[in-house]
Antibody, heavy 122, light 112 residues
Framework: QVQLVESGGGVVQPGRSLRLSCAAS????????IHWVRQAPGKGLEWVAV????????YYADSLKGRFTISRDNSNNTLYLQMNSLRADDTAVYFC???????????????WGQGTTVTVSS | QSVLTQPPSVSGAPGQRVTISCTGS?????????VHWYQQLPGTAPKLLIY???NRPSGVPDRFSGSKSGTSASLAITGLQAEDEADYYC????????????FGGGTKLTVL
C-alpha cells in the first residue's frame, strides 16, 4: 500500500544537528514532490519545506533561515531533512507528506507518514 | 500568527451543520490559489479532506464540502457525527513568501 514512514527523531541538545528520513513505498516516489510539515506540542501544523520530484527545486519556510536542508534519494525512495543549529522551538512532531499530483507542489498533501518526534532539550 | 485565519473552535450537536472559515488575503486565497482542507483526529497524522477548493478524495463522505470566494474559503460539515470531532486545517499558497505553502491556525470541532 501507499506509505510514508519517518524515522530519525529523538532528543537532541540545543545547537546540535539531526537528520530525519522518510521512506516511501507503494508508489512511484520519483514522480512526486514531497513536503515536510511539523507540529509543536499542542500547536497547529507548520509547513517546513518541499522538494520537487527530481530534487532540483527546493523551497523552505522563511522562519527556518537556512538551518534546514531537504533532500531526496530517488534510487532508494527516501526523503531527508537535515536540521542544524537546533533550538528548543524546533521541538515538534515532523511529518513527511506527498503532494497529490505529479509535477508540482500545489495540489494538496494526500499521503502522510505517522510522524517522528524531535525534542530539543539540554 | 498564521497567514490564514481560522476560528479556534466551533461546535455543534449531532446531525447539525457547521462551517469553518479560512480568511486570507490578496496574496494567497485572493490570488486564486487553491485551498485544501485537512482533518486531524487526536494523536494521528492529518488527512486530506478537501482538495482544490471543493473536491473530495475517494473515501471522504459527501457530508464534507468546501467552497471559496474572494479572499476566504469555508469547510461545511452536514449531519454532524461524533467521529467528526477533530482539528481542521485549511492550507493554501502565498505569493509573498519564498516557500509559498501556508496553513491556517486550525479549528477544533467539538460535537456536543
Amino acid at each position: 500500500q501507499v506509505q510514508l514512514v519517518e524515522s530519525g527523531g529523538g532528543v537532541v541538545q540545543p545547537g546540535r544537528s539531526l537528520r530525519l528520513s522518510c521512506a516511501a513505498s507503494g508508489f512511484i516516489f520519483s514522480s512526486f514532490a514531497i513536503h515536510w510539515v511539523r507540529q509543536a506540542p499542542g500547536k497547529g501544523l507548520e509547513w517546513v519545506a518541499v522538494i520537487s520530484s527530481h530534487g532540483y527545486d527546493k523551497y523552505y519556510a522563511d522562519s527556518l533561515k537556512g538551518r534546514f536542508t531537504i533532500s531526496r534519494d530517488n534510487s532508494n525512495n527516501t526523503l531527508y531533512l537535515q536540521m542544524n543549529s537546533l533550538r528548543a522551538d524546533d521541538t515538534a512532531v515532523y511529518f513527511c507528506a506527498r503532494d497529490r499530483n505529479p509535477g508540482s507542489h500545489y495540489n494538496g498533501m494526500d499521503v502522510w507518514g505517522q510522524g517522528t518526534t524531535v525534542t530539543v532539550s539540554s | 500568527q498564521s497567514v490564514l485565519t481560522q476560528p479556534p473552535s466551533v461546535s455543534g450537536a449531532p446531525g447539525q451543520r457547521v462551517t469553518i472559515s479560512c480568511t486570507g488575503s490578496s496574496s494567497n486565497i485572493g490570488a486564486r490559489y487553491d485551498v485544501h482542507w485537512y482533518q486531524q483526529l487526536p494523536g494521528t497524522a492529518p488527512k486530506l479532506l478537501i482538495y482544490g477548493n471543493n473536491n473530495r478524495p475517494s473515501g471522504v463522505p459527501d457530508r464534507f464540502s468546501g467552497s471559496k470566494s474572494g479572499t476566504s474559503a469555508s469547510l461545511a460539515i452536514t449531519g454532524l457525527q461524533a467521529e467528526d470531532e477533530a482539528d481542521y486545517y485549511c492550507q493554501s499558497y502565498d505569493s509573498s513568501l519564498s516557500g509559498s505553502v501556508i496553513f491556517g491556525g486550525g479549528t477544533k470541532l467539538t460535537v456536543l
